[in-house]
């Protein structure tokens, strides 16, 4: 139970506008509202991404889902750079993966992209929170960062690999 | 205690030595012939011994795992560069995920200093991820070699400051009220802190966006000295605050090497999970070890991962 009560500012020698603080019933420092929020779903996305990429790397090693490269040829083709490695296991770039689910190997991108994907959905989550009390230039920003990591996660930026 | 802790650890330095040896041994002459002397099973599970290995060493010596995975790994396995440092990014970002939430709820690691440095970060790492991606080889070897030696020069010179002075927040972190107060168990007391050369700050993420993005080595070894001496922050602040930025930085260049083929999952998992337990290891035991003689250890495992990488980037060592 973090029940908040506001304390006296502490003159700073040069904060203008300094951030409300606030203390927790034990009369610790509280974590702002924003931060909380991300943290809590940061953690729950961590959880469900790493559980999900060792039941996926499960499926993967035991065969249950026939690899796209198989096992055996791996050692082929991990020494090779990437766009070799492209070009001769015929794999496409992008969120092509996503044709290729049933296979063993790439059912463990579902994970992978999870993982990648958690920070977008907390900063989803904040921005709300910045806008409601009013703290408009992380609010801004907090947008400009879903864009930055949406952009990179599109798949619109690549090398040329294909 | 630290007398019968140290041999125990030189032992999983001299683990790491012996099995990324066995590794070379095994795996060098094959990686051109495009088959390997071992099963396809024993070099996951080499992988995963050496990276349990480094996750302790990486707690013990306080750096990243990144920063140990991309030299090592891409300096003595068969697999190419190009999936190790996507591998690296993702073992990273796995780490930071994993320890980003408790640091947030304990308020160590602050959101409103994270946020401005992050988008630069993010920004420029999918920069740096782009060209590294478009380099040949052995540029990206060598680059990698200078780093690492690079990196080696800071942890050698660069001093850590519990409290830096900061005698008037600059007008930049004044206007984006970036400050902020936590608990010191240790003192018992509350510790109330802001920040100065903020804009300087923030230019300098550009390079190291671009440095993470690029050779996928996370970023700690950059963030903290930024955070803590050039920036003020706290120690305690700038270390939690590094940790979890590298959350956001390395998802932003991770999307850039899954998007573009050079993630490899029989690399990635292995690596993650070892290197995962490697450092819950390496917490139950960091109570018991000399942090000194730790760090001299890791600073001779990258001195020589470096040298590794340089003469393997200039075609001297192959």
């Known amino acids: ?85 492209l070009a001769a296991t015929g794999i496409h770039t992008g969120w092509s993966w996503l044709y290729l689910l049933r296979h063993g190997d790439f059912l463990n991108f579902v994970g992978i992209a999870f993982l990648s994907g958690v920070t977008i959905a907390c900063y989803l989550a904040i921005t709300p929170i910045l806008f409601r009390k009013k703290d408009l230039i992380f609010g801004w920003i907090a947008i400009a960062e879903v864009v930055v990591l949406s952009l990179a996660a599109s798949g619109l930026l690549n090398v040329g690999a294909h | 205690m630290s007398r019968s802790v140290l041999p125990a650890w030189t032992g999983i330095v001299l683990a790491v030595a012996l099995t990324t040896g066995v590794a070379y041994a095994a795996g060098a002459a094959p990686a051109e012939a495009g088959t ?122 660069a001093k850590k400051s519990e409290y830096p002075e900061v005698p008037r927040a600059d007008h930049l972190s004044t206007a984006l009220r970036i400050s902020g107060i936590y608990h010191e168990p240790t003192s018992g007391r509350d510790v109330d802190w802001k920040i100065h050369r903020t804009p300087l700050g923030l230019a300098t993420f550009v390079l190291i966006g671009v440095m993470a993005g690029m050779f996928g080595l996370g970023a700690g070894w950059a963030n903290v000295p930024v955070l803590n001496l050039m920036m003020g922050a706290p120690l305690k602040v700038s270390v939690a605050t ?77």
Not at chain 2, 36 to 56: C, E, H, M, Q, R
Not at chain 2, 262 to 272: E, G, K, T, W
Request: net charge positive; hydrophobic share 60%.
């Open chain 1, 1 to 85: 139970m973090t029940e908040e009560v506001p304390v006296a500012m502490v003159p700073r020698a040069a904060a203008v506008v300094p951030m409300p603080r606030s203390r927790t019933a034990a009369g610790r420092p509280a974590v702002a509202e924003e931060q909380l929020a991300y943290a809590h779903l940061l953690d729950w996305g961590m959880k469900v991404g790493l559980l999900g990429l060792t039941v996926t790397f499960a499926v993967y090693v035991s065969g249950v889902l026939a690899p796209r490269v198989p096992l055996a040829e791996l050692p082929r083709y991990w020494a090779l750079p990437v766009k070799q490695y």
């Open chain 2, 36 to 157: 390997s002397a071992l099963p396809w099973w024993a070099w996951p599970a080499i992988l995963f011994l050496v990276t349990f290995a480094l996750g302790i060493v990486a707690v013990l010596g306080g750096v990243g795992g990144g920063v140990l995975f991309v030299p090592i790994i891409g300096g003595f396995f068969p697999f190419h560069i190009d999936f190790v440092r996507g591998a690296g990014l993702l073992v990273a970002l796995a780490g930071a995920l994993a320890a980003g939430p408790g640091l947030l709820k304990k308020g160590l690691a602050d959101l409103r200093l994270a946020i401005p440095v992050a988008l630069i970060a993010s920004t420029c790492a999918i920069v740096g991820a782009l060209v590294g991606l478009a380099l040949p080889t052995r540029v990206v070897q060598t680059a990698l070699g200078a780093s690492i030696l690079g990196i080696v020069a800071l942890m050698l010179v």
């Open chain 2, 242 to 318: 590094s940790k979890f930025l590298l959350s956001i930085t390395d998802t932003s260049a991770a999307w850039i090497y899954v998007n573009n083929g050079a993630v490899l999952p029989m690399l990635v998992v292995p690596s993650i999970i070892g290197i995962m337990l490697g450092s819950i290891v390496g917490v139950r035991i960091l109570a018991r070890t000399k942090p000194a003689a730790i760090r001299t250890m890791v600073i001779v495992l990258l001195l020589f991962a470096s040298v590794r990488a340089l003469l393997k980037g200039l075609a001297i060592w192959n």
